[in-house]
Structure formats: C-alpha cells, structure tokens
C-alpha cells in the first residue's frame, strides 16, 4: 500500500509498453492485487491502442488485401483443436491460453534490456566458483530439455534463491549466422517468457547464466531458433522442451 | 445488412470464416499499414508487417480477449510489436524515433496534418485520425515526445531518459501527464469504440 504511489506512476508507461523487463514484473505482481491500477491500465491502454491513428497517413497497397486472405485460406485459425504440431505435444493447452490469459500486451520482450541483463550477468558470473554456487544451492530447481529422445540435449539449473538459470547445452551446434538461441520459460495460462539469447560454441557445448524473470515461476521451459538478437514471442517450434522439477 | 461489431468479426474468424478477416481488413488495413509504416518506413517492410499482423490475428482470434481492450488496440498492438521487431532484427531505429528524437518540434502529429488524408474506407477513422492527431498536436511539446518515442519509437522510460538527456523523472511526470489529458480528450473516442 504504502508504495502505491509509486506503482501508480508505472500504469502509464505500462500501458505503452515502457517499462524494463524488471519493472513491468514487478508492476505486473502489484496490478494483481490494486484494482486501481488495473483501472488505470484499462485505461491508458485504450489511450495507446488510439495513437495507432496518429500515424501519418499511408496509401495502402491495393495488393495487400488479396495476399492477407490468400495466406489466411492457407492456415486454420487455432480454435483449440489441432495447431501447431510439436510445440502444442509438451505445451499445447498453455500456448493456447497464452493470450487468451495474458494476451497480447505482453507480447514485447524486451531484447535491449535482456542483452544488458545478460552481459551484466556474464561479467557477475565469471568466476568458475560463482557458477558451480549458483548449481549447488538448496533452492536449485532443474529442467531436462529434450529433443524427442536425440541430441541435443540441454539442462537448466535455476537458484530460485537468486533468480538465476545456469544453461547447459550438449550437442547443440552453434546458430548459423545472423540467428540465435533462446530460452523461453512457460507458465500455465501466461505467454511464454523470453530468459534470454544464447549461442554455443562450435563443439556444440554452452554454459551460460541468464536471469529468470523476477517473481516469475514457469512450468516449462523450451529453446526456439530466433534472429539475431532474439525474439519477442517464439517466431517457431520449439526443438527443446522440458518441465521444471524440483528445487 | 447491419455492420457488424468488430467482436462479432473476430468472433466468426474463430470459426474460419475468412470473409470475416476480410471485413476486418477493410476497416483497419489503413490504420494498421499507417503505424507499420511510421515505425518501419519501408513499404515493402510495412506490406509484410501487417500481412503478418493480420495472419497473427487470423490464427490467434480464439484468444483475443475483450477484457483487456477494443479489437482494434488489440490489431494495433500486434502489429507495432511486429514493426518494432522487425526494425530491431535489422539493427536499425525506427523511423518515428528519428524523427520525434530530432531537431524537430514537429513531432509526428504535424507530418499527419500536412501529409493530408488518405483516401480512408470509414468515416469513422477519418474522424478518429483527425482526433488522435489533434490531440497530440494539443500536447505540450515535451510530453507528446516522450509518448511518440514510447509508441512510435519503442523505447522504455530510461532509454527515453538517455535518448532526450532527460532526468528519468522528468520523463515519467511528462509521460504521466500528457497520457492523463489524452485520456481526457480522446474520451469520446475511447467510449465509442467500445468492445
């Protein structure tokens, strides 16, 4: 309560999508529990949504209109049923709740502050002894990610105690050039959370540290290939995917 | 036949109904194709940008959810965090951040005004651009930008900070208030484009 104030100044910049990865977490937690903010929120989305009309004005391609319903006739909308193959065998019914729960305003991870989280963890984490510290505390959950059976391989340490999450890959050869790696946490009835980008080195062997959103419990884990500098949602199928146990 | 709402639209999408898509693009391809190019510049980006908004749309319909705002926040929303992707993939600034970060005190709003309109579909939309559009230009200066490199530019309060050497607090008032008095003047809007 006593910090209601401060929260307060965070609707609007929410609403337009300007907060750090961190602080739209932690306001995000705070919007659970104030009807006033949501109230806010509510409205200072409207707000955004309209300034879409301030946009100059562009003549649209006459085209345009005939690709748009081409491609729609190429692909069923998902309804619940069948969709997106693989992806939906670990994680169907959350994807599908995705954005029906938290939906579409979550849709911007926020790459530049993930790139500085994770270089700042890498130089946090340099040291041999802080990595194995960070595998070896009681809080550590683990996730085994799997590739149906094959290699790659890749397990996942996450010190809940300090929001961390050691990577691990095996077998995995590094991302062609101008892609990358990235780790996605998933909870039940949420959009899938980006941890971070990664790549592994030509041996196929990584060990990173990158840093768990704050306050955020995920179900799952999985790996996507995304471009350079990662994505905001998943853009594919996920070839790595693994529940959480433990910790 | 009466129009009908855009949830009713959505709501046939659902079940594959491609004309509904169709409507939906009628009403809002301008709008959506206006903001992609204002943050990508590019048309052939912008022409990709909204076919893949719309095919997002499209597949996704089952879960757009009312409670969290109109369908046209909703296409909007989808489509400036495609434009944003794409402009960051390709390592570069989004057109509407060079500009509203510029010398220019003109902001985004001016150009709208002086571009004249489009032939737009709706009349509706053409009030609701001309509205939008008046109402940032009532702005004051400093507050107007500061929401246009947020939307338009996709940046955070602290790279807004950076980006105009402004204490962070300064931005977070001007964000504050300038969203408080559009909220005010686009009340009408906001009421009538309802779910």
Redesign the interface.
């Given at each position: 309560m006593t910090d209601h104030q401060g929260y307060r100044e965070l609707a609007a910049p929410f609403a337009l999508d300007a907060l750090t990865v961190a602080e739209r977490a932690a306001f995000e937690a705070h919007l659970a529990e104030c009807a006033i903010c949501r109230a806010d929120v509510q409205a200072f989305r409207e707000v955004a949504g309209a300034l879409a009309y301030a946009a100059p004005a562009a003549a649209l391609p006459a085209e345009l209109r005939d690709r748009v319903l081409r491609e729609a006739r190429h692909v069923r909308p998902l309804a619940g049923r069948r969709t997106v193959g693989p992806w939906l065998a670990a994680a169907a019914a959350l994807v599908l709740a995705v954005a029906a729960g938290y939906g579409y305003w979550w849709e911007r991870a926020a790459r530049d502050e993930l790139s500085a989280a994770l270089v700042a963890m890498r130089a946090r984490l340099d040291s041999a002894d802080r990595l194995v510290g960070a595998i070896l505390d009681s809080t550590v959950g683990t996730a085994d990610l799997a590739a149906t059976g094959k290699a790659p391989t890749m397990r996942l340490y996450w010190n809940r105690a300090r929001g961390l999450v050691v990577v691990a890959a095996f077998d995995l050869p590094p991302a062609p050039a101008g892609r990358t790696y990235q780790l996605w946490a998933i909870k039940k009835g949420q959009a899938p959370v980006s941890v971070g980008t990664f790549n592994t080195l030509p041996g196929g062997r990584a060990v990173i540290t990158l840093q768990m959103p704050a306050g955020f419990k995920p179900d799952l884990s999985a790996v996507t290939e995304e471009p350079a500098g990662g994505s905001a949602q998943p853009t594919q199928q996920p070839f790595l995917v693994g529940a959480w146990q433990g910790g | 036949m009466a129009s009908q709402s855009d949830r009713a639209l959505v709501e046939r999408?659902?079940?594959?109904d491609?004309r509904a898509?169709?409507e939906l693009?009628?009403r809002h391809?301008?709008?959506?194709?206006?903001?992609a190019?204002?943050i990508a510049r590019e048309?052939a980006d912008?022409?990709e940008i909204?076919?893949d908004a719309?095919?997002q749309a499209?597949?996704?319909?089952?879960?757009?959810?009312p409670g969290?705002?109109?369908v046209?926040?909703?296409l909007?929303?989808?489509?400036?965090?495609r434009a944003?992707?794409l402009v960051?993939?390709r390592g570069r600034r989004a057109l509407a951040l060079e500009r509203a970060a510029g010398q220019s005190s003109e902001g985004?709003?001016a150009?709208?005004a002086a571009?004249?309109?489009?032939?737009?579909r709706g009349v509706e939309?053409l009030e609701?651009?001309q509205?939008?559009?008046r109402s940032?230009a009532e702005l004051p200066e400093p507050q107007r930008r500061v929401?246009?490199l947020?939307?338009?530019g996709?940046?955070?309060?602290?790279?807004?900070a950076a980006e105009l050497q402004e204490p962070l607090g300064t931005v977070?008032t001007r964000?504050?208030a300038?969203?408080?008095k559009?909220?005010g003047s686009?009340a009408q809007?906001?009421s009538r484009?309802g779910p």
């Amino acid at each position: 309560m006593t910090d209601h104030q401060g929260y307060r100044e965070l609707a609007a910049p929410f609403a337009l999508d300007a907060l750090t990865v961190a602080e739209r977490a932690a306001f995000e937690a705070h919007l659970a529990e104030c009807a006033i903010c949501r109230a806010d929120v509510q409205a200072f989305r409207e707000v955004a949504g309209a300034l879409a009309y301030a946009a100059p004005a562009a003549a649209l391609p006459a085209e345009l209109r005939d690709r748009v319903l081409r491609e729609a006739r190429h692909v069923r909308p998902l309804a619940g049923r069948r969709t997106v193959g693989p992806w939906l065998a670990a994680a169907a019914a959350l994807v599908l709740a995705v954005a029906a729960g938290y939906g579409y305003w979550w849709e911007r991870a926020a790459r530049d502050e993930l790139s500085a989280a994770l270089v700042a963890m890498r130089a946090r984490l340099d040291s041999a002894d802080r990595l194995v510290g960070a595998i070896l505390d009681s809080t550590v959950g683990t996730a085994d990610l799997a590739a149906t059976g094959k290699a790659p391989t890749m397990r996942l340490y996450w010190n809940r105690a300090r929001g961390l999450v050691v990577v691990a890959a095996f077998d995995l050869p590094p991302a062609p050039a101008g892609r990358t790696y990235q780790l996605w946490a998933i909870k039940k009835g949420q959009a899938p959370v980006s941890v971070g980008t990664f790549n592994t080195l030509p041996g196929g062997r990584a060990v990173i540290t990158l840093q768990m959103p704050a306050g955020f419990k995920p179900d799952l884990s999985a790996v996507t290939e995304e471009p350079a500098g990662g994505s905001a949602q998943p853009t594919q199928q996920p070839f790595l995917v693994g529940a959480w146990q433990g910790g | 036949m009466a129009s009908q709402s855009d949830r009713a639209l959505v709501e046939r999408m659902t079940a594959g109904d491609d004309r509904a898509l169709a409507e939906l693009y009628d009403r809002h391809a301008s709008t959506l194709y206006a903001l992609a190019v204002a943050i990508a510049r590019e048309r052939a980006d912008a022409e990709e940008i909204v076919a893949d908004a719309l095919g997002q749309a499209w597949r996704t319909a089952a879960q757009f959810d009312p409670g969290r705002g109109s369908v046209a926040a909703w296409l909007a929303t989808i489509t400036r965090t495609r434009a944003l992707d794409l402009v960051r993939a390709r390592g570069r600034r989004a057109l509407a951040l060079e500009r509203a970060a510029g010398q220019s005190s003109e902001g985004l709003a001016a150009p709208l005004a002086a571009a004249g309109e489009a032939p737009d579909r709706g009349v509706e939309r053409l009030e609701a651009r001309q509205l939008v559009g008046r109402s940032l230009a009532e702005l004051p200066e400093p507050q107007r930008r500061v929401i246009e490199l947020a939307y338009f530019g996709g940046l955070t309060q602290t790279e807004i900070a950076a980006e105009l050497q402004e204490p962070l607090g300064t931005v977070k008032t001007r964000m504050r208030a300038g969203m408080e008095k559009l909220r005010g003047s686009l009340a009408q809007l906001l009421s009538r484009e309802g779910p």
